[in-house]
């Protein structure tokens, strides 16, 4: 079965330092993984992804995330946080339902606390 | 570009009562739409997923069920609420193909009294 561990219910950092926000992945075949952000009482926006090529990758406001096939994480990054990054972070995965849909399995979410 | 809505944004309903949330896509045709629910603000569980007009299939048994009037439309209802219910749903859709992002709706937060 797939799943997507964050080891971390919250992550504290002062604003300006850099930040890692922890994946560990179970798949079986590629990995398709995904992070999202989510402000309270909001929907989710979709930060980055990887599905093939370079480990590291680059997404919305700054984030990146390191793809480790050895290691099977995909950790979460930014060289200097903001306090409005503050907000729940998920990490996830794709399973194949068919060809052509697939859902999404998430980890239990971190809630990133940027002070200033 | 593509917007995804959902209404209503809140919603108090008491047990027993019927439910019905609406999420719709704009912008885009014949997209994947998924309905998510959210316990305790933490992790999210697919409750039902569409591929067309139609096409519903279910992940998970429960007392909900949903439907795809139209091509852009997907609706989660309820009969009978039950307190177990309660929670925030999400609608996400993508577009098929590759391996590709969902992008979710704004969401509805449930309770059931």
């Known amino acids: 079965a797939q799943s997507v561990a964050q080891p971390e219910d919250q992550v504290n950092v002062a604003e300006g330092n850099p930040l890692t926000v922890k994946c560990t992945y179970s798949?079986?075949?590629?990995?398709?993984l995904f992070w999202y952000v989510q402000y309270p009482n909001r929907g989710l926006q979709f930060l980055l992804k990887?599905?093939?090529?370079?480990?590291l990758v680059k997404g919305s406001y700054g984030f990146e995330a390191e793809f480790n096939k050895s290691q099977t994480s995909f950790h979460l990054k930014k060289p200097s946080a903001l306090v409005s990054d503050s907000a729940l972070y998920f990490c996830?995965?794709?399973?194949?339902?068919?060809?052509?849909?697939?859902?999404?399995?998430f980890g239990q979410g971190t809630t990133l606390q940027v002070k200033p | 570009s593509q917007t995804i809505h959902q209404w209503p944004a809140t919603l108090v309903q008491p047990v027993g009562s019927p439910l019905s949330l609406e999420c719709t896509v704009e912008?885009?045709?014949?997209?994947?739409l998924y309905w998510y629910r959210q316990a305790a603000g933490r992790g999210l569980q697919l409750l039902f997923y569409?591929?067309?007009?139609?096409?519903i299939s279910s992940e998970v048994p429960q007392n909900l069920s949903a439907s795809r009037p139209q091509d852009r439309q997907f609706i989660l209802s309820s009969k009978k609420l039950l307190l177990s219910d309660s929670g925030f749903y999400l609608c996400?859709?993508?577009?098929?193909?590759?391996?590709?992002?969902?992008?979710f709706g704004p969401g509805t937060r449930l309770t059931v009294t």
């Open positions: 996400a859709w993508d577009g098929g193909g590759t391996p590709t992002e969902q992008y």
């Open positions: 798949v079986s075949g590629n990995p398709y």
């Open positions: 990887y599905i093939t090529g370079d480990n």
């Open positions: 996830a995965v794709r399973a194949a339902l068919s060809s052509n849909t697939g859902k999404l399995i």
């Open positions: 912008g885009t045709s014949n997209p994947n």
């Open positions: 569409s591929v067309g007009i139609g096409q």
